[in-house]
């Protein structure tokens, strides 16, 4: 039996809690050696896995890299299925192929270097297995807890830039797109599945910012055009420092759907590819977005799941209700 621990400090983002966080940060004077921990952490629960030091850097910072975590032979075979996918070996139901706005421009160019990223391949056994690497969840029942849902399923084939920069993807809060709470209770598990780094457009986040809210998101305007459903911070300020997480094959981030991040341009020629899921507690509940800063990513998912499932009518939560999947222990509410 796991012991689970998470401490709330009512307002637990707000300043004060923040200050305290930090306070009991700071190692006491006098004889002690070692540093004192603090032990209100909000963004964690304990499972004997995350060591003191590493709940720390999630508490602070938002995410958490642990190396290695998935291994060559499983990393070759998403790939393979991918590649089945892109030459339409196989369909999947529900599956949804996104082009890069550059190259769908510009001439048709068969198997996987018009397909930039496909999302919802929980209908595919192969890909979903991901989701259900037990040294994953293991991880991730250290965010959500118990009863873990599988709600979000993305394969990224970042392609080499088409000249117009639209191979970035702007900095935003994975939230934006989620009609479910609390946020503390998400994560995203995202995992390299070769060299990622500055020259094939790398995850870059802004560290601590899952402390604050959710932001306005709305389309850059960038002259090169954006991707459907790339919703950006409004008026992100790129002087803020950014930290380039640079991962090898196999190493795995964990981050909250707060944090703000994004990912820069492909300068290589060759596809940068990720595999990625976000979980939730299946004890989260779903909310209603209308009147808040995300309708107008509702309305885009509305209109999306009517032209390509001929589904009309929908919420954005209605959505999520359908490719939802449970991973581990109950579906309680989600
Ligand atoms: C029942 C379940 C439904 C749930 C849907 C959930 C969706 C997303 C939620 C994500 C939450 C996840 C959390 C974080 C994730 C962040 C993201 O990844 S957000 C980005 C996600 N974007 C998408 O998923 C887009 C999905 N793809 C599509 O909608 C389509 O592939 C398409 C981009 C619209 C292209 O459609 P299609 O009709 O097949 O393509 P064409 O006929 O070739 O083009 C039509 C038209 O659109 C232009 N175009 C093509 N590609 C793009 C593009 N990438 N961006 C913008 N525009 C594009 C193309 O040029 C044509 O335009 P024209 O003017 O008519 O010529
Ligand atoms: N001019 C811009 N306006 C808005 N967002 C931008 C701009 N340039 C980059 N970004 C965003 O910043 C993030 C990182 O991109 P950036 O181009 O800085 O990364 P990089 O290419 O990996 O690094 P660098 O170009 O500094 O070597 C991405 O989310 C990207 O979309
Ligand atoms: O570029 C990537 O691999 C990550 C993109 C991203 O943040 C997302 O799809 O939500
Ligand atoms: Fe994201
Ligand atoms: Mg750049």
């Given at each position: 039996m796991m012991a689970y621990r998470r401490t709330f400090t009512p307002g637990g983002s707000g300043r004060l809690a923040v200050l305290q966080r930090h306070l009991s940060a700071v190692p006491l004077s006098g004889q002690l050696t070692s540093t004192v921990y603090p032990t209100n952490f909000c963004y964690t629960l304990d499972n004997n896995l995350l060591t003191t030091e590493q709940r720390q850097f999630y508490e602070e910072n938002g995410f958490?890299?642990?190396?290695?975590?998935v291994s060559a032979v499983d990393i070759e075979r998403?790939?393979?299925e991918f590649e089945r996918l892109c030459k339409k070996e196989i369909t999947v139901p529900g599956l949804l192929i996104m082009r890069d706005v550059a190259i769908a421009k510009s001439e048709y160019v068969p198997d996987q270097k018009a397909?930039?990223?496909?999302?919802?391949?929980?209908?595919?056994?192969?890909?979903?297995?991901?989701?259900?690497?037990?040294?994953?969840?293991k991880y991730v029942e250290c965010f959500t807890g118990p009863n873990i849902m599988a709600m979000h399923t993305m394969l990224i084939n970042k392609p080499p830039d088409a000249g117009k920069k639209s191979s970035r993807h702007p900095m935003h809060q994975d939230l934006h797109?989620?009609?479910?709470?609390?946020?503390?209770?998400?994560?995203?598990?995202?995992?390299?599945?070769?060299r990622i780094?500055?020259?094939?457009?790398?995850?870059?986040?802004?560290?601590?910012?899952?402390?604050?809210?959710?932001?306005?998101h709305d389309y850059p305007e960038w002259e090169g055009g954006v991707n459907k459903m790339y919703h950006g911070v409004r008026d992100f300020d790129l002087t803020i420092p950014r930290v380039h997480l640079v991962m090898e094959k196999g190493d795995t981030v964990f981050f909250h759907p707060l944090l703000i991040h994004?990912?820069?341009?492909?300068?290589?020629?060759?596809?940068?590819?990720?595999?990625?899921?976000?979980?939730?507690?299946?004890?989260?509940?779903?909310?209603?977005?209308?009147?808040?800063?995300?309708?107008?990513?509702?309305?885009?998912?509305?209109?999306?799941?009517?032209?390509?499932?001929?589904?009309?009518?929908?919420?954005?939560?209605?959505?999520?209700?359908?490719?939802?999947?449970?991973?581990?222990?109950?579906?309680?509410?989600?």
């Open positions: 958490l890299v642990i190396k290695n975590l998403f790939r393979e397909i930039t990223k496909v999302q919802n391949f929980h209908e595919d056994p192969e890909l979903f297995r991901y989701c259900s690497l037990p040294q994953i969840v797109y989620f009609p479910f709470r609390p946020s503390d209770h998400i994560v995203c598990a995202w995992t390299a599945m070769e780094d500055r020259s094939n457009g790398c995850l870059v986040v802004i560290p601590g910012t899952h402390k604050g809210t959710l932001k306005q994004g990912s820069g341009m492909n300068r290589t020629a060759g596809f940068r590819k990720a595999i990625s899921c976000h979980y939730a507690s299946a004890d989260c509940h779903y909310i209603d977005v209308k009147g808040t800063t995300q309708e107008n990513i509702e309305k885009e998912v509305v209109e999306l799941a009517c032209k390509r499932h001929g589904l009309s009518g929908l919420t954005l939560k209605d959505t999520w209700m359908i490719k939802a999947r449970l991973i581990n222990g109950e579906r309680t509410n989600l």
